[in-house]
C-alpha cells in the first residue's frame, strides 16, 4: 500500500520540472528528469549500501576492498595497486583501508616469493567468511531495492545506464580533447 501511495504523490523531481516548464518554458529540461532521478536514486541506494555494511563493522571502502579480493579468486590476493585498479578503490585510498582490514584481522599483507617489493594483500579465513556473508546479504539488499521492476525491466535499465554511462564518458573526453 505504501509503495502504491508514493507512486501516486508526485515527486520532488517533477515539481522541479514543473517549476521550470512554468517559470522557463522554452527550456528543454529532459535531462533533468533523467539525472535529478538518477542523482536522487542513487543518494537513497548509497544510504541503504552504507547503512548495510556498516551493521558488519566495516566501512563501503573496506567492504570493496574485500570483495576485490574475493573476486580475484583464491588465495584472494592482491597488490596494492591492483586492488586500486579495480576501479572501486582510489589509489590514495588503499592503503589506509588495507591497515584497517589488517588490524580487524580480515586481511594479511604478504611479500612475493621472488620479488620481496612486491606486497600482497590477502584474505584470512576470516576475511573470507566476513566478505561471504557481507556480500550475500548485500546483493539481497539490492534485490529488495529492484523489487519493483521485472526482471525484463531489470535486463532494460542495466542495458539504458551503461549506455549513459558511455555517452557520459564521451562526452567527458570530448570537453578533454577540447580543452587541448
Keep these: 500500500m505504501a509503495g502504491k501511495k508514493a507512486a501516486v504523490r508526485r515527486d520532488a523531481v517533477a515539481g522541479i520540472i514543473e517549476d521550470w516548464a ?15 532521478r538518477l ?12 547503512d548495510a ?5 566495516l566501512a563501503v571502502a573496506g567492504f570493496d576492498v574485500l570483495t576485490a579480493l574475493r573476486r580475484a579468486g583464491a ?25 584497517r582490514l589488517e588490524k580487524d584481522g580480515l586481511i594479511v599483507r604478504e611479500r612475493d616469493t621472488e620479488d620481496r617489493r612486491v606486497v600482497y594483500s590477502r584474505l584470512t579465513d576470516a576475511g573470507l567468511a566476513k566478505v561471504d556473508e557481507v556480500f ?23 542495458r539504458l545506464l551503461s549506455k ?8 567527458a573526453e570530448e570537453a578533454e580533447d577540447g580543452g587541448r
Excluded at 542523482?39 to 552504507?50: E, S, V
Excluded at 555494511?53 to 563493522?57: F, Q, W
Excluded at 584472494?76 to 576501479?87: E, I, K, N, P, V
Design 22 to 36: 512554468r517559470e522557463r518554458p522554452e527550456l528543454d529540461t529532459s535531462p533533468l528528469e533523467v539525472l535529478a
Design 39 to 50: 542523482h536522487r536514486t542513487f543518494l537513497r541506494y548509497q544510504a541503504g549500501l552504507t
Design 53 to 57: 555494511i556498516e551493521r558488519h563493522g
Design 75 to 99: 588465495p584472494y590476493r592482491l597488490t596494492a595497486g591492483q586492488l586500486a585498479d579495480s576501479g572501486l578503490i582510489s589509489s590514495a585510498g588503499v592503503t589506509l583501508r588495507i591497515d
Design 136 to 158: 550475500a546479504e548485500h546483493l539481497e539488499n539490492e534485490r529488495r531495492m529492484l523489487a519493483e521492476l521485472s526482471p525484463a525491466e531489470r535486463r532494460q535499465l542495466a
Design 164 to 171: 549513459l554511462e558511455r555517452s557520459i564518458l564521451a562526452c
